[in-house]
């Protein structure tokens, strides 16, 4: 009877450990996708948009 109720106190034990490292991994992967996503953003707004080259107009000879 001792046995049993330890074992599932350890089984318990384990399992709350593992939901939280679980939910600790899915937060942490969260916020570096948004940190990464973020920088993307930041990298997008820093770099001017690319200019539209103008045709030469190439000069009639008279």
């Known amino acids: ?3 049993s109720t330890s074992l599932i106190f350890v089984l318990s034990l384990l399992t709350f450990i593992i ?4 939910l600790a991994k899915i937060s942490y992967l ?5 940190n990464i996503k973020d ?3 930041w990298q997008r707004r820093l ?7 103008k045709p030469v107009e190439k000069p009639i000879p008279p």
């Not at 969260?30 to 948004?34: A, D, G, P, S, V």
């Not at 770099?47 to 080259?53: A, D, L, T």
Request: net charge positive; glycine share 0%; aromatic share 4%.
């Open 19 to 22: 939901c939280i490292f679980v």
């Open 1 to 3: 009877m001792e046995c």
């Open 30 to 34: 969260h916020k570096t996708l948004k």
């Open 39 to 41: 920088e993307l953003s």
């Open 47 to 53: 770099v001017p948009p690319p200019k539209r080259v």
